[in-house]
């Protein structure tokens, strides 16, 4: 069984900095793919930031230079350092991790993010 555990979520004042942790060490599974999706009510979850191998990382446009996405050599954890946020960047961020393009997508519960005035 697969487990993401995600941590950091909270409340952040507009300019401020918030990091959020995936951790998949519980999993006997190296993961390819690992990365962060966000949601807001009434919208479709979007893809915030990924990283595919250990030399591919792609963002949402909205992000860049603004996000930043590691993930640890064991590929089994995942970082996501926040600088800058703006009051559109809450949402229910959810880390996501894939081992290859067969095998299922996993999900973790999900962290809020507010971004206060």
């Known amino acids: 069984q697969v487990e993401l555990v995600e941590s950091g979520g909270g409340l952040v004042p507009i300019g401020g900095s918030l990091r959020l942790s995936c951790d998949a060490s519980?999993?006997?599974?190296?993961?390819?793919?690992m990365g962060w999706y966000r949601q807001v009510p009434g919208k479709e979850r979007e893809l915030v930031a990924i990283?595919?191998?250990?030399?591919?990382?792609d963002y949402h446009d909205s992000v860049k230079g603004r996000f930043t996405l590691s993930r640890d050599a064991g590929m089994k954890k995942v970082y996501l350092d926040m600088n800058s946020v703006k009051p559109e960047d809450t949402a229910v961020y959810y880390c996501?991790?894939?081992?290859?393009?067969?095998?299922?997508?996993?999900w973790g519960q999900g962290t809020q993010v507010t971004v206060s005035a």
């Open positions: 996501y991790a894939k081992r290859s393009v067969d095998s299922p997508n996993y």
């Open positions: 519980g999993s006997p599974f190296r993961f390819n793919v």
């Open positions: 990283a595919i191998g250990s030399g591919i990382t």
